[in-house]
């Protein structure tokens, strides 16, 4: 009974490791290769050395994190720019903030 537990256990750990990567990084982990110069590797490494990322792959899932953000932010900037175009072009479809 208690070996039927313990792999019970094991299996149960395992599925909430995988449920948890899949709300944090959106979705299952898939592995991939990739190549960096030796500079950059060493720099990665270096910021792994000073705890600023606890490994490479962690440090490289964070660079990719904030480019994505970056994109993001650059999107919401083109929409509130095209906004403001348009509210300039066309200011009687503007409804007063008192109307909200």
Not at 22 to 39: D, N
Not at 68 to 93: I, Q, Y
Request: proline fraction near 2%; include cysteine; glycine fraction near 4%.
């Amino acid at each position: 009974m208690a070996f039927y537990v313990t792999l019970e256990f094991v299996f149960l750990g395992e599925r909430f490791k995988c449920f948890v990567n899949s709300i944090v990084y959106g979705g299952l982990l898939a592995q991939v290769q990739l190549r960096l110069s030796q500079k950059m590797l060493e720099e990665i490494d270096r910021w792994v050395v000073e705890g600023r990322f606890k490994s490479r792959s962690d440090a490289i899932k964070t660079i990719i994190g904030f480019y994505e953000e970056r994109e993001r932010t650059r999107e919401f900037f083109k929409m509130l720019v095209k906004r403001s175009e348009e509210a300039r072009n066309h200011p009687e479809a503007l409804i007063p903030l008192e109307e909200l």
